[in-house]
């Protein structure tokens, strides 16, 4: 089954808007991943967070952790129409399984 | 280094045909994950390989679906007897031990059966 949930489904900002995405999960982790996907390609990976960290940056990528509240956020700031995209959050297994999310499918208009 | 290679790209078959969907890791990476992803939808675990030995096939359906990951050659994902319920996108990643530091991703095979 799948372990994370992904809001919103959908969002559409303006080109230079923050876009926030956020996940929810049921299980202790190890870590947590956060993932891009283009139409038709493959993933991409973004960044991962350990379960003993709280904030987490990579250039205009804000992530943050609350394992008390089993809760994930992706913060995309200044926005590019090259960030129109799928995300998708994973935690981590101890034997490496990682469990997406439905994703949240981006759209950054010019 | 050439990343997670996949192929076929596409591939169709008609239901009841057998399809096999080959990943090669990244060099030096001995580590292999399959995933499926169906339409609109996130991956789902299918299993996970290291070479000559399956760790954890849970994900994987009771029937028609093996995996292997031999000492030479890249690691094989076989459906025989495909219905049209088959027809997904599958994709494999690799890491170089257990633990993960953000895996990565090949393009996948997207699998028509007609």
């Known amino acids: 089954s799948q372990q994370g949930e992904e809001d919103p489904q959908a969002l559409s900002i303006q080109e230079g808007e923050n876009a926030t995405m956020n996940c929810s999960y049921k299980?202790?982790?190890?870590?947590l991943q956060w993932y891009r996907q283009n139409s038709g390609r493959g993933l991409v990976h973004l960044i991962l967070?350990?379960?003993?960290?709280r904030e987490k940056h990579s250039g205009r990528l804000r992530v943050t952790l609350d394992t008390s509240k089993k809760s994930s956020s992706l913060l995309i700031t200044a926005s590019r129409a090259a960030d129109t995209a799928s995300y998708f959050c994973?935690?981590?297994?101890?034997?490496?399984?990682?469990?997406f999310g439905q994703g949240t499918t981006l759209q950054v208009k010019p | 280094n050439a990343g997670v290679m996949q192929n076929p790209r596409h591939l169709v078959r008609r239901r009841g045909q057998e399809a096999r969907l080959r990943c090669s890791p990244m060099?030096?990476?001995?580590?292999v994950y399959w995933y499926r992803q169906l339409p609109e939808e996130g991956l789902k675990f299918m299993v996970y390989?290291?070479?000559?030995?399956?760790?954890?096939e849970s994900g994987m359906p009771k029937e028609r679906f093996s995996a292997e990951f031999p000492k030479e050659g890249p690691s094989i994902l076989r459906i025989q007897q495909v219905v049209r319920g088959d027809s997904a996108a599958y994709f494999c990643?690799?890491?170089?031990?257990?633990?993960?530091?953000?895996?990565?991703f090949g393009s996948g095979t997207r699998l028509t059966v007609v």
């Open positions: 994973a935690t981590e297994s101890n034997t490496g399984k990682l469990i």
């Open positions: 967070i350990r379960s003993n960290e």
């Open positions: 299980t202790s982790i190890n870590n």
């Open positions: 060099k030096g990476h001995s580590h």
């Open positions: 990643a690799s890491s170089p031990s257990g633990q993960s530091y953000g895996y990565t």
């Open positions: 390989l290291q070479k000559e030995n399956i760790i954890d």
